[in-house]
C-alpha cells in the first residue's frame, strides 16, 4: 500500500477501532500519522502493518508493554537472542497457563462426575 488512508479506512484494514489506533499513538506503540490538509490523520502501509503486528502480538496474549520492546527490537535490528529471550519467557507463561487451565478442567470434569453420579443414584433410589 503506497497511499495514505484516513484513519477509519487504517482501523478497518488492521482490524482495530478508530479509538484504539488512537490510544496506540498515544502509547507510543505506532508511529504518529501525517495530517492532511484538513487535518486528518494519514497511514501508510508500514504504520497499518504496525497495527496489526501489535493486534495479533495481543491475541496471543503479549501485553502492550511487550509488545512495545518487540517493536522496539525489531526497529532496531536487535540480536535475535534478545528476541528468543523474550519469546522464551512468554511461552514459559503460556505453558504455565495452560498447566493451569489443565488443573481447572480436571477439577470441573470431577465435580461434573460427583453430580452426575448423585443424580443417576437419586434417579435410581425413587424408581
Same mark, same amino acid.
Given at each position: 500500500?503506497?497511499?495514505?488512508?484516513?484513519?477509519?479506512?487504517?482501523?478497518?484494514?488492521?482490524?482495530?477501532?478508530?479509538?484504539?489506533?488512537?490510544?496506540?499513538?498515544?502509547?507510543?506503540?505506532?508511529?504518529?500519522?501525517?495530517?492532511?490538509?484538513?487535518?486528518?490523520?494519514?497511514?501508510?502501509?508500514?504504520?497499518?502493518?504496525?497495527?496489526?503486528?501489535?493486534?495479533?502480538?495481543?491475541?496471543?496474549?503479549?501485553? $502492550?508493554?511487550?509488545?512495545?520492546?518487540?517493536?522496539? $527490537?525489531?526497529?532496531?535490528?536487535?540480536?535475535?537472542?534478545?528476541?528468543?529471550?523474550?519469546?522464551?519467557?512468554?511461552?514459559?507463561?503460556?505453558?504455565?497457563?495452560?498447566?493451569?487451565?489443565?488443573?481447572?478442567?480436571?477439577? $470441573?470434569?470431577?465435580?461434573?462426575?460427583?453430580?452426575?453420579?448423585?443424580?443417576?443414584?437419586?434417579?435410581?433410589?425413587?424408581?
Amino acid at each position: 500500500m503506497t497511499e495514505a488512508v484516513h484513519i477509519g479506512k487504517a482501523a478497518k484494514l488492521a482490524g482495530v477501532s478508530v479509538d484504539t489506533i488512537r490510544f496506540y499513538q498515544k502509547l507510543g506503540l505506532i508511529k504518529s500519522a501525517s495530517r492532511s490538509a484538513g487535518g486528518y490523520r494519514l497511514f501508510v502501509g508500514e504504520q497499518i502493518c504496525e497495527l496489526k503486528f501489535v493486534r495479533h502480538a495481543q491475541e496471543l496474549g503479549f501485553s $502492550l508493554t511487550e509488545v512495545k520492546e518487540l517493536l522496539a $527490537l525489531r526497529q532496531k535490528h536487535h540480536a535475535c537472542s534478545d528476541v528468543q529471550s523474550m519469546l522464551k519467557h512468554k511461552l514459559a507463561d503460556v505453558l504455565e497457563k495452560i498447566k493451569g487451565l489443565e488443573r481447572l478442567q480436571a477439577e $470441573l470434569a470431577g465435580a461434573l462426575r460427583k453430580l452426575q453420579s448423585r443424580a443417576a443414584l437419586k434417579t435410581g433410589n425413587s424408581a
